[in-house]
């Protein structure tokens, strides 16, 4: 790619302060010459922090480089591999997201992390879907005991029409069986439509603590409070509940081996009262706002935020951010890459890690310097685009497709001599 960050330098040279680090925690331990799945094995986000060269925050060096340890140390991060591969929603490329299935598919083809997204139920359990209205990701149009159930309802400042999960009780969301939510772009997908029921996050939590033991490594997980302002306000709070959860579960605190997440800050800011996992402020496109900011006045928008002083406020109450791939790599109207920008940089310098969103196969998700052909079903250079993002020195980022996040971070890794 011809593609430059602003200041001139390649993104090859932008993670070269990074790279001097990793090589040097790698010949210490003998890691070196055993390939990219041994610098896994070794614990490469551990790595940075015992290799004595994190920079103070917003140091000379820092900015100069453009990289930071890529590590919140003290939060249990840093015993996470480096980059970080994301099973967004677990592995949707090729299981309805969000099921039994697509979950256990990520982590046999490598993810580190799995993500659920946490919506409750009118009795107060906190299940897995990607919204509240599963009217795309179930079969409850199907269940004529459920029709009068159907409602309108405007969800942070948007009307939508559908079934809700706050309308039903556990027991009648497990009569439910998921589906494929984008068939017409993942038609094999609805192969399994029926197959698997919602998941609660307890049943996740005890799946991942099983298959931890099974696979001989620890298995993380990344749980969204989705919507959290609305769900306040209809008296069933995200943030007391997923508190509660993740202690009945052993995943509070540090070494609890759970990432917390929210597009509103002050769902984030909730939880750090409530238990110490590290936390990432999920972020928009530029001109949008908070749906939290929105019902307070904050004029505020994400491109607000993205500026240094909008990160260090980020950092006052959140590890790292979760921004759209555009706000680091951008493309212009025709899809086509654009200059980097200096969010990496910037996110760096204060003490933020980045986990950009979303990563697949797809040609339709592709910037057009990646599409293989004109079909947009159709899988373009995927691992390319990883390589890509990685080279720009994000900390991982979240990917529908693991196995592939998993072949370009090897790549990654063999061309900054890691083998």
């Given at each position: 790619?011809?593609?430059r960050p602003?200041?001139g330098?390649s993104?090859?040279e932008?993670?070269?302060g990074a790279?001097?680090s990793?090589?040097r925690f790698?010949r210490?331990t003998g890691?070196?010459g055993?390939?990219?799945?041994a610098?896994?094995?070794?614990?490469?986000g551990?790595?940075?922090?015992?290799?004595?060269?994190?920079?103070p925050?917003?140091?000379?060096?820092?900015?100069a480089?453009g990289?930071?340890?890529?590590?919140?140390?003290?939060?249990?991060?840093d015993r996470?591999?480096h980059p970080?591969?994301?099973?967004h929603?677990g592995?949707p490329?090729?299981?309805?997201?969000?099921?039994?299935?697509s979950y256990?598919?990520?982590?046999e083809?490598?993810?580190d992390?799995?993500?659920p997204?946490?919506?409750?139920t009118k009795?107060?359990?906190?299940v897995?879907?990607?919204?509240?209205n599963?009217?795309?990701t179930?079969?409850?149009?199907?269940?004529?005991e459920?029709?009068?159930?159907k409602a309108?309802?405007?969800i942070?400042?948007?009307?939508l029409?559908?079934?809700?999960?706050?309308d039903?009780?556990?027991a009648e969301l497990?009569?439910?069986?998921?589906?494929e939510?984008l068939?017409l772009?993942?038609?094999?997908?609805?192969?399994?439509?029926?197959?698997?029921q919602?998941?609660?996050?307890?049943?996740?939590?005890?799946?991942?603590?099983?298959?931890s033991?099974?696979?001989?490594?620890?298995?993380?997980l990344?749980?969204?409070t989705?919507?959290?302002s609305y769900?306040r306000?209809i008296?069933?709070p995200?943030e007391e509940?997923?508190a509660d959860?993740?202690?009945r579960?052993?995943l509070a605190?540090?070494?609890?081996?759970?990432?917390?997440?929210?597009f509103e800050?002050s769902?984030?800011q909730?939880?750090?009262?409530?238990?110490d996992?590290p936390?990432?402020q999920?972020?928009?496109?530029?001109?949008?706002r908070?749906?939290?900011f929105?019902?307070s006045?904050?004029?505020r928008?994400v491109?607000?935020l993205?500026t240094?002083?909008?990160?260090r406020?980020?950092?006052?109450?959140?590890h790292g951010?979760g921004?759209?791939?555009?706000l680091?790599?951008?493309?212009?109207a025709?899809?086509?890459?654009q200059?980097p920008?200096?969010l990496?940089r910037d996110?760096?310098?204060a003490?933020?890690?980045?986990?950009?969103?979303?990563v697949?196969?797809?040609?339709?998700?592709?910037?057009v310097?990646y599409?293989?052909?004109?079909?947009p079903n159709?899988y373009?250079?995927?691992?390319?685009w990883?390589c890509?993002?990685?080279e720009?020195?994000?900390d991982g980022?979240?990917t529908d497709?693991t196995d592939?996040?998993?072949l370009?971070?090897q790549d990654f890794?063999a061309?900054k001599?890691v083998?």
């Amino acid at each position: 790619m011809t593609n430059r960050p602003l200041d001139g330098s390649s993104p090859a040279e932008s993670a070269q302060g990074a790279d001097s680090s990793r090589r040097r925690f790698l010949r210490a331990t003998g890691a070196v010459g055993l390939g990219a799945a041994a610098f896994s094995a070794a614990g490469a986000g551990e790595a940075f922090a015992a290799s004595g060269d994190e920079q103070p925050d917003g140091s000379e060096a820092a900015r100069a480089s453009g990289t930071r340890t890529p590590v919140r140390t003290g939060t249990g991060l840093d015993r996470l591999p480096h980059p970080l591969i994301i099973g967004h929603r677990g592995a949707p490329g090729y299981r309805p997201e969000e099921t039994l299935g697509s979950y256990e598919l990520a982590l046999e083809l490598g993810a580190d992390v799995i993500e659920p997204d946490l919506v409750p139920t009118k009795d107060g359990h906190l299940v897995i879907r990607h919204e509240n209205n599963i009217a795309e990701t179930t079969n409850v149009a199907d269940h004529p005991e459920f029709a009068g159930r159907k409602a309108t309802k405007t969800i942070d400042g948007v009307s939508l029409t559908g079934w809700f999960t706050e309308d039903f009780t556990l027991a009648e969301l497990k009569t439910l069986r998921a589906k494929e939510r984008l068939p017409l772009q993942r038609q094999r997908n609805t192969l399994y439509d029926g197959r698997w029921q919602i998941l609660t996050f307890r049943e996740l939590a005890d799946f991942a603590r099983k298959r931890s033991r099974s696979l001989g490594r620890d298995i993380w997980l990344y749980p969204e409070t989705k919507h959290p302002s609305y769900f306040r306000s209809i008296g069933l709070p995200l943030e007391e509940r997923l508190a509660d959860e993740l202690r009945r579960t052993g995943l509070a605190g540090k070494r609890g081996q759970a990432i917390l997440q929210s597009f509103e800050p002050s769902s984030l800011q909730r939880l750090a009262k409530l238990v110490d996992n590290p936390r990432i402020q999920l972020l928009g496109n530029p001109d949008t706002r908070p749906y939290d900011f929105v019902l307070s006045g904050d004029k505020r928008t994400v491109a607000d935020l993205v500026t240094p002083a909008g990160l260090r406020w980020i950092a006052s109450f959140a590890h790292g951010i979760g921004p759209t791939t555009q706000l680091v790599a951008p493309v212009d109207a025709t899809g086509k890459l654009q200059q980097p920008t200096t969010l990496v940089r910037d996110a760096h310098a204060a003490n933020l890690l980045l986990h950009p969103y979303t990563v697949r196969n797809e040609n339709g998700f592709l910037p057009v310097d990646y599409r293989r052909g004109t079909d947009p079903n159709a899988y373009g250079d995927a691992i390319g685009w990883a390589c890509y993002l990685y080279e720009l020195g994000v900390d991982g980022f979240f990917t529908d497709q693991t196995d592939t996040s998993v072949l370009a971070r090897q790549d990654f890794w063999a061309a900054k001599g890691v083998n």
